[in-house]
């Protein structure tokens, strides 16, 4: 997909923040905390600052200029305080919510939610978003980065499991089991073996960033354009690669 940007979200953003909510959260859960409107309460949630998906802690992708997805995310030790001002917006247009059960805890960045509408899915949006969530949370000196998902969902675990995410624990969300996962900036590393023959596995995970191969003194290589340059991979090198998109090599 063209035109593709990741960015913090503003305040006009919420309507589509509501709607990547409601869909992370699932409608039978949106509407036990937000009531039969959920989209139209989860809309002021995202507006007001304080909140669990407040747009001040948000980032949004949009797709030729329009908004098409979010994720939300944010200290796991401020859960108390963030759902406490929630509840208060909700509690104005939903006199009697059903309050989950804790999702996260302090000593890891949690990621609340992430969506992108349907009609936008397929094209890789979702990983974007985690991964510059990912970032930012490690820019920030998070050492963990956590996260949930039902059990019943194993291909959003499949996408957190190629982002570096592994299961830690198990959780519960109105009444439905989930799998809690956490990455670190280590785990969150991918590699790839230069076997001489593999260049089209090496092409698809280095996408630009790698030159054809070429044969030097009988053997294989290629060329890896790094942070400082243009690096020699060679038959049985590892290419690595963080989730800031950066790139190295092991001999």
């Known amino acids: 997909m063209n035109g593709v940007k990741i960015r913090p979200a503003v305040v006009e953003d919420a309507p589509v923040i509501a709607q990547a909510v409601a869909l992370a959260m699932g409608e039978e859960s949106a509407a036990k905390l937000c009531g039969a409107e959920y989209l139209k309460v989860l809309e002021a949630v995202a507006s007001a600052c304080g909140t669990q998906y407040s747009y001040a802690h948000a980032f949004v992708a949009e797709a030729s200029g329009v908004v098409v997805g979010a994720v939300v995310g ?10 406490e001002r929630t509840l208060e ?25 992430i969506g992108v509408l349907p ?4 094209a890789g949006l979702g990983e974007h978003l985690l991964k510059a969530m990912a970032q ?11 996260l949930i ?8 675990a499949q996408l957190y499991s190629r982002c570096g995410f592994e299961v830690v624990g198990e959780k519960s969300f109105f009444g439905h089991r989930m799998h809690h996962l956490q990455c670190t900036q280590e785990s969150s590393v991918q590699k790839i073996l230069y076997t001489g023959l ?8 280095c996408g630009d960033k790698i030159l054809a191969p070429y044969i030097c003194m009988g053997f294989s290589m290629l060329s890896l354009l790094g942070p400082d340059g243009f690096i020699s991979v060679q038959e049985g090198d590892t290419i690595r690669k963080d989730v800031f998109g950066k790139f190295w090599v092991e001999k």
């Open 74 to 83: 944010y200290d796991g030790a401020s859960l108390g305080v963030l759902r």
């Open 136 to 146: 930012m949370a490690f820019s920030c000196g998070f050492q963990k980065v956590g």
């Open 119 to 122: 009609l936008y899915r397929g």
């Open 198 to 205: 593999n260049y089209p596995q090496v092409r698809e995970f």
């Open 149 to 156: 998902v039902d059990f019943e969902n194993p291909r959003a």
């Open 89 to 113: 917006v909700i509690g104005k247009m939903n006199a009697n919510p059903v309050v989950p059960e804790d999702e996260t805890q302090a000593g890891e960045f949690y990621i609340d939610s």
